[in-house]
């Protein structure tokens, strides 16, 4: 059960907690007096878009060059990365990094690039296939998912399908 605190701060009380102590932290916009209380801003994202053209027949610098677009991760199938194992298929993606936990501004921080580019987006996945995943990390609670409608036409005009991944 969550209460006002002092400044306006919605504070949710979860006596259980994941380290099994007792634990206050803000949550989600409430209103108070007719103004929107947010999260606090120490709050660490725990939402992310990531777009991907994967499997595609062109190699992902190709893409890049096409597009004139500087992807987060550019991999050829079967190339060598750090951080990744293998890939099975060539990866071209790009991520959101607002420091928001709200789709809708992941999004609008991807469709800014991705929309002034849709026709070559759509060529380029018919010889694979267009995804765009939305990126959840947290042990704790999940915020609300609201898939803006911009977001689910333009997977719809590229024919990409929409995933939710929730990492913990």
Same mark, same amino acid.
């Given at each position: ?5 002092s ?7 979860d ?12 949550v989600?916009?409430?209103?108070q ?8 801003d120490t ?14 027949a ?14 987060d991760?550019?991999l ?6 750090e951080?990744l194992?293998?890939?099975?298929q ?17 999004w ?6 991705? =929309? ?5 987006i ?9 995804k ?7 042990? =704790?609670?999940?915020p ?17 399908e929409? =995933?939710? =991944?929730?990492?913990?």
């Amino acid at each position: 059960m969550g209460e006002f605190a002092s400044g306006g701060r919605y504070i949710e009380s979860d006596p259980i907690g994941l380290d099994g102590g007792y634990r206050d932290k803000p949550v989600h916009a409430h209103e108070q007096n007719g103004a929107a209380i947010t999260m606090d801003d120490t709050t660490k994202s725990v939402v992310q878009l990531d777009f991907q053209l994967l499997g595609t027949a062109l190699p992902p610098k190709e893409i890049s060059a096409i597009l004139g677009v500087r992807p987060d991760t550019e991999l050829l199938r079967g190339e060598r990365n750090e951080k990744l194992d293998l890939p099975r298929q060539n990866i071209w993606s790009l991520r959101s990094k607002s420091p928001s936990n709200d789709v809708a501004n992941h999004w609008h921080e991807l469709q800014t690039v991705l =929309d002034a580019v849709r026709q070559p987006i759509y060529n380029i996945a018919k010889n694979g296939r267009a995804k765009i995943t939305i990126i959840v990390k947290s042990r =704790d609670r999940i915020p609300p998912i609201t898939i803006p409608s911009s977001m689910a036409e333009f997977a719809g005009a590229i024919n990409a399908e929409i =995933d939710i =991944d929730h990492l913990q």
